[in-house]
């Protein structure tokens, strides 16, 4: 068990390094030892951060069985923030794959756990990446309703749950083709000390000066990442109005 977790947790460090290939090693080490020993819990953070690596290299087809084990080893437990988080990864690959019923219905039950529980980061996470899929899969009115919910929670979009606001902010912007909006708001996700929120946001800035065919700006987001936020003077509460406004 030890030595399982020993390779997890070396694997997480890999991972933050971003040395893909030997953090993915590590973790499927892991998963085979764990898989012996029936460690639920661990087994639940080995297929969850496994399967969401699996995801952020846009490898749905390797993601989806881990993010399925993550699920079933959090209900064996009994725990509900991980049967929360479990649910929002599934609707990540359901997303991926462009399923957008079955992603829409692993985020509602994800919101749902965490709303009972009172899970305010596991509830963030399910509401802000619901938006996203609601925007993608074009469901603007859904969109608008979960975000004004959101706004509405003030606790939902402050401290460190902020830069996952700002990055679905951002990626509405965009959508909208508001470029000086999208790119404020994107730079302030890139504060965050979440890598999956500053590759969204250096993703989504990606994007957005390719579109404007500012093609330096463009390969300095994909370069540089995080830490390349700039202040300015728009507040989150205009932001929204202006986005669902004409």
């Known amino acids: 068990l030890h030595y399982a977790k020993a390779l997890y947790y070396k694997g997480r460090i890999y991972q933050d390094l971003k040395k893909i290939e030997e953090a993915t090693k590590l973790f499927i080490s ?20 496994l399967g969401m690596l699996y995801a952020r290299l846009d490898m749905p087809d390797k993601a989806m069985p881990l993010c399925q084990k993550a699920l079933y080893y959090a209900q064996v437990i009994q725990n509900n923030s991980y049967t929360s988080y479990a649910y929002s990864y599934l609707g990540r690959v359901y997303g991926l794959q462009r399923d957008w019923e079955e992603a829409a219905h692993s985020y509602e039950q ?13 509830k963030t996470l399910a509401m802000n990446e619901y938006i996203s ?30 830069y996952q606001f700002y990055l679905t902010i951002g990626d509405l912007h965009r959508y909208f083709n508001q470029p000086e909006q999208a790119a404020y708001y994107l730079e302030q996700a890139l504060q965050s000390d979440n890598l999956l929120t ?4 250096s993703k989504s800035l990606y994007y957005l000066y390719e579109e404007q ?18 202040q300015s003077g728009i507040t989150a509460g205009s932001s929204v109005a202006v986005c669902f406004s004409g």
Do not use: H, P, W
């Not at 919101?111 to 009972?116: K, N, V």
């Not at 859904?142 to 509405?152: E, F, G, I, P």
């Not at 065919?213 to 700039?230: D, F, L, P, T, W």
């Open 110 to 122: 994800a919101i749902s756990i965490a709303t009972e529980m009172d899970d305010l980061s596991a």
């Open 133 to 162: 899929i609601c925007i993608r899969a074009d469901r603007l009115e859904d969109a608008k309703r979960l975000l004004t919910s959101l706004v509405q929670k003030e606790e939902l979009t402050k401290g460190r749950n902020r």
């Open 198 to 201: 500053c590759q969204g946001a």
């Open 30 to 49: 892991s998963l085979n030892i764990g898989e012996n020993i029936n460690d639920y819990s661990l087994l639940f953070l080995i297929t969850s951060r």
């Open 213 to 230: 065919k500012q093609y330096k700006k463009a390969v300095y987001s994909g370069r540089e990442g995080c830490g390349n936020a700039k």
